[in-house]
């Protein structure tokens, strides 16, 4: 048997329009509405801090939290007035995600609409990707 032999060529490309990326993270109006409401009351906090944690039966879940400054390896989504910094470790995870807040009768929270979650624990506290 002979190995086959791939070839790849590296060429430099000018004037070439660059296309936007897809945002790590959007946030809905209501999401929006209510990080301002939340912050009004902080006034040394700049916005939330959005992590993952080991949690639940077998995966992860989402942690919020304020921050008063960026961290290094954060990175920052700024949308209608509100920033948002997601940790290192949830960049990957949250890539393409919506942010949203939901409101009803019986409790209100954030909610992540996630296209790349694959499945949920049976608890309802972890998902895995």
């Known amino acids: ?27 809905t109006p209501s999401a929006v509405n209510k990080i301002k409401q939340l912050l009004k009351d902080k006034p040394e906090h700049v916005g939330l801090k959005v992590g993952v944690r080991t949690r639940g039966c077998n995966g992860l879940s989402y942690t919020l939290e304020y921050t008063k400054t960026k961290g290094d390896s954060d990175e920052e989504v700024v949308q209608d007035g509100v920033r948002v910094f997601i940790e290192k470790k949830a960049q990957l995870t949250l890539l393409g995600t919506e942010m949203d807040y939901v409101e009803d009768k019986l409790s209100s929270e954030f909610v992540f609409n996630n296209p790349n979650i694959k499945g949920t624990c049976g608890c309802g506290e972890s998902f895995n990707i």
Not at 1 to 27: D, F, H, N
């Open 1 to 27: 048997m002979s190995a086959s032999l791939v070839r790849a060529t590296v060429r430099a490309v000018s004037k070439r329009k660059l296309q936007p990326t897809r945002a790590a993270l959007t946030l």
